[in-house]
Structure formats: structure tokens, C-alpha cells
């Protein structure tokens, strides 16, 4: 149980630094990655993919919006989970969101180092985990430095990564317009899957490419004005990039094709720099290449920051040990938990399979938003921001989503929850009999 008297972190984050922060999370792997692998997928609707994810998005942004105006602290749907259904699912909520993000982080790594190794020309065989790891190591340091020092490097590393999209929109927009829409047609190739099942695949694995907002309401007390920032905030960071994923994708496929995206993200991980290549001038795929790794470190920072604080509402209430909510001595920084995130996403990191750990994050992203959208739904009238039905489309598109990853992703996916829940069982009997003991 969570006391009062825990120790509070600063509020030092205005709208501004907010919806970067947003950002930092979102832009990232999904928009220099999984656009190709959602375009293997579904082939030109990728594009649809994109928008359908983006709507999924919004409805649980909402629901946190919402749910971290009304109860502003760190922890995200953990914490909703605990106030506004019961202690088994607002364990769960964070149990899912620890391996579904540690799991985003350490592809958010991989992807760098993949990118790095590209422009030196290195093979990754042998350096890619090493130089994956030397990230996490140099971010989880950063961290460790304090709230401020972190934002600031994250404003900006999202400058650099917008500049970077945006000249790729613009480089690829003449070509995509001279092609015309030969490489729309088929929208939906039967190569690709065909049909509903192939679309609503790809947006699921699109929509992991927007959840980085979650960051902006599991930092919520550390928000000026939560109330009036984090939906602001929210609503601000999800439009920005819809309209960012949209014309990435429209460009990139009507540019070089889908299939050319989905063969470049299989085999180099870097599609937006091979179809740079096939349309732009000799300078911008060295730009791309540029903001593909400053991306991959904006996610990873936030990553860090967004995991640590969880970790940190986790320990508060005894579902971890309590060291992990241990603060530094200034009260800005989770010092335990960043170390212990950073530590676990460097284990993930020597896995090593970019597209395994994008795909478990799909399912399990899937299921921590879904109980989002189930602890909005149970918020009193006069917290309500926005209409219950959203909260009903979130959470419905969140469990008929997760059904339409592959199968043994599914699988493993139930067992982890399995086990967290076994752990919970295990952890409240602990607390139970240290309580008895402090009472005798």
C-alpha cells in the first residue's frame, strides 16, 4: 500500500516540455522502422494502417488524458488501475507496461546501433550488441543526472529528428507525385495477406508506433498544472503525429513501393534511408541515417524515464522491493529504479531480434491499453473529461487488435502475464506476513 508521507518528485515540466517528451517516445522506431515491416504486411495500406492506429491512439490517449488529470501521479495506467478497478489489474497494467516498454527500448537500441554501424559501414555481427549496449549504458547515466539535464537533451534530439523527416517528405514528394498511384494498386495485395486480417495486423504494429504519449501521463507528477497540461499535452503530441506517420508513409510507398520498404526493413532495418537513396540527392540519406539514430536515443531516453517511474509507483507500493523507490537527495530522480531499468533493458538488449521484441511489445501494449480504457470507464462523472464511448472504442480496438498478432507472440505473452500475476500472489503474502510481524 502506498503511504502519503513517500517522498513527492518536482513539478518542473510545462506543456512544452511535455509534448516533446511525447514526442521523443512516439518518433522513433516506428516511423524509421515498422512503417517497412507494416508494409510487408499490408502492402500499400500501410498507409490505412497508419491512420487506423493513429484513431486507436487517440482514444486511449483520451482515456489518460483524463485519467492523469484526475489523478496526477507517477505511474501511469499502474496507478489508475489500483484507484479505479482493483490491486490484481492495476498490477498487471504495470507488469505489462514494464515488458512491453524494457522490450521497445532495447529494439530502440538495437535500431541505433544498427543505423551507426550502417553509416561506418561496420557489419553488425559482431559490434551491433555492443554498441546497442553502450547506448543504454550512456542514456541510463543521463538519467541518472536528473529530470532537467535529460529534457533539455530531448528537445533536442526531436528538433534533429523532425528536420530529418521532413526533408525526406520533401525530397520524396516530387517522385511519389510523378509515379502517381502505380504504387497504390493493389491496395491490399493478396502477396501481402489480403484482406481485413493482413490491415488490422499491420495497425496493430503501427499502433505501438504511437504509445510513447503514455510517457507524458507516467511523468504526470512531475507536470506544472497536470490537470490543465497533460490532456493539452496528449491531444497535442498524437495530432502532430498522425500528420508526421501519414506523410512518411504516403511518401515513402508512392516514392520506391511497399515492397521495396518491406525489403529494406527485413534485411537492413533502415527503410526510409534506402528509399532515400533511390529518389533524393547523395546528402539526405546521410540526414535520414542522422535522424533515424537521434530518434532511436529520444525513445530510448524516455523509455528510461517513463519505465523508472513505474518501477518507482511499483516499489512505493510493495509490488517490487521497496529500494526501487528510493530517491536521490535533490527528490528529482528514482535513482534504483533508473539503474535496475537500465540494467534490464541491457539484458534485453543481448537478445539481440529487433523484430521479436517489436512483436511482443505489440501484444502486451495492446493489453495495458486496454486496461486503460477499462479504468476510464470507471471514473466518477464529475472527473469525466471526454464521453464514455471513447473509452468503450479504445478498449474494444485494443482487444480485437491483440488478437491479430502471430499466434506464438500471443502465447508467450499470456504466459508472462501468467507469471506476473503468480509474482503479485507471492508479493502480497510477503507484505502480509512483514505487517503481521511489525504488529507483534
Known amino acids: 500500500m502506498a503511504s502519503n508521507a513517500s517522498p513527492q518528485l518536482e513539478r518542473e515540466l510545462g506543456v512544452f516540455g511535455a509534448v516533446m517528451l511525447g514526442l521523443g517516445s512516439i518518433v522513433g522506431t516506428g516511423v524509421f522502422v515498422s512503417i517497412g515491416i507494416a508494409a510487408g504486411v499490408a502492402g500499400p495500406s500501410v498507409v490505412l494502417a497508419v491512420v487506423i492506429g493513429a484513431l486507436v491512439a487517440t482514444c486511449n490517449g483520451l482515456s489518460s488524458a483524463q485519467l492523469a488529470?484526475?489523478?496526477?501521479?507517477?505511474?501511469?495506467?499502474?496507478?489508475?488501475?489500483?484507484?479505479?478497478?482493483?490491486?490484481?489489474?492495476?498490477?498487471?497494467?504495470?507488469?505489462?507496461?514494464?515488458?512491453?516498454?524494457?522490450?521497445?527500448?532495447?529494439?530502440?537500441?538495437?535500431?541505433?546501433?544498427?543505423?551507426?554501424?550502417?553509416?561506418?559501414?561496420?557489419?553488425?555481427?559482431?559490434?551491433?550488441?555492443?554498441?546497442?549496449?553502450?547506448?543504454?549504458?550512456?542514456?541510463?547515466?543521463?538519467?541518472?543526472?536528473?529530470?532537467?539535464?535529460?529534457?533539455?537533451?530531448?528537445?533536442?534530439?526531436?528538433?534533429?529528428?523532425?528536420?530529418?523527416?521532413?526533408?525526406?517528405?520533401?525530397?520524396?514528394?516530387?517522385?511519389?507525385?510523378?509515379?502517381?498511384?502505380?504504387?497504390?494498386?493493389?491496395?491490399?495485395?493478396?502477396?501481402?495477406?489480403?484482406?481485413?486480417?493482413?490491415?488490422?495486423?499491420?495497425?496493430?504494429?503501427?499502433?505501438?508506433?504511437?504509445?510513447?504519449?503514455?510517457?507524458?501521463?507516467?511523468?504526470?507528477?512531475?507536470?506544472?498544472?497536470?490537470?490543465?497540461?497533460?490532456?493539452?499535452?496528449?491531444?497535442?503530441?498524437?495530432?502532430?503525429?498522425?500528420?508526421?506517420?501519414?506523410?512518411?508513409?504516403?511518401?515513402?510507398?508512392?516514392?520506391?513501393?511497399?515492397?521495396?520498404?518491406?525489403?529494406?526493413?527485413?534485411?537492413?532495418?533502415a527503410p526510409l534511408e534506402l528509399a532515400a537513396r533511390q529518389f533524393g540527392p547523395a546528402w539526405v540519406p546521410p540526414v535520414l541515417a542522422l535522424g533515424a539514430m537521434t530518434a532511436m536515443l529520444g525513445v530510448l531516453l524516455n523509455l528510461v524515464l517513463g519505465l523508472s517511474r513505474v518501477l518507482l509507483a511499483m516499489g512505493r507500493r510493495r509490488d517490487m522491493p521497496a529500494s526501487v523507490a528510493t530517491l536521490n537527495e535533490a527528490q528529482t530522480t528514482p535513482t534504483v529504479a533508473v539503474t535496475v531499468v537500465g540494467v534490464v533493458i541491457g539484458l534485453l538488449v543481448l537478445i539481440g531480434d529487433v523484430r521479436l521484441t517489436w512483436s511482443f511489445s505489440a501484444f502486451t501494449v495492446l493489453c495495458y491499453y486496454a486496461l486503460t480504457n477499462l479504468a476510464a470507464l470507471r471514473l466518477p462523472p464529475d472527473a469525466r473529461r471526454f464521453p464514455r464511448w471513447i473509452s468503450w472504442l479504445g478498449l474494444i480496438a485494443c482487444v480485437s487488435l491483440a488478437v491479430f498478432v502471430e499466434f506464438s507472440v500471443l502465447l508467450v505473452g499470456v504466459g508472462v502475464i501468467v507469471l506476473g500475476i503468480i509474482w503479485h500472489v507471492i508479493a502480497q503474502r510477503l507484505s502480509s506476513s512483514d505487517a503481521e510481524e511489525v504488529d507483534k
Not at 490484481?88 to 505489462?96: E, I, K, N, T
Not at 493493389?186 to 489480403?194: I, L, Q
Request: glycine fraction near 10%; proline fraction near 4%; hydrophobic fraction near 55%.
Open 69 to 269: 488529470a484526475a489523478h496526477p501521479v507517477s505511474g501511469g495506467t499502474y496507478e489508475y488501475g489500483y484507484k479505479f478497478l482493483n490491486p490484481l489489474l492495476g498490477f498487471s497494467a504495470g507488469w505489462l507496461f514494464m515488458l512491453a516498454k524494457s522490450a521497445s527500448a532495447a529494439t530502440a537500441a538495437l535500431g541505433f546501433a544498427g543505423y551507426l554501424l550502417g553509416v561506418f559501414g561496420v557489419s553488425p555481427d559482431v559490434w551491433l550488441v555492443v554498441v546497442a549496449l553502450a547506448a543504454v549504458v550512456g542514456l541510463t547515466l543521463l538519467v541518472l543526472s536528473g529530470l532537467r539535464r535529460s529534457n533539455l537533451t530531448n528537445i533536442v534530439i526531436v528538433s534533429v529528428t523532425l528536420l530529418t523527416l521532413a526533408v525526406f517528405v520533401v525530397t520524396g514528394l516530387p517522385t511519389a507525385w510523378n509515379n502517381g498511384t502505380q504504387n497504390f494498386v493493389p491496395f491490399v495485395p493478396d502477396e501481402a495477406g489480403g484482406g481485413l486480417r493482413s490491415l488490422l495486423y499491420a495497425a496493430a504494429l503501427m499502433f505501438v508506433a504511437y504509445t510513447g504519449y503514455g510517457r507524458i501521463a507516467t511523468l504526470g507528477e512531475e507536470v506544472k498544472d497536470p490537470a490543465r497540461a497533460i490532456p493539452k499535452a496528449i491531444i497535442i503530441t498524437l495530432v502532430a503525429t498522425l500528420v508526421l506517420y501519414v506523410s512518411v508513409a504516403a511518401v515513402g510507398v508512392g516514392a520506391v513501393g511497399a515492397e521495396t520498404l518491406a525489403n529494406a526493413a527485413a534485411q537492413q532495418a
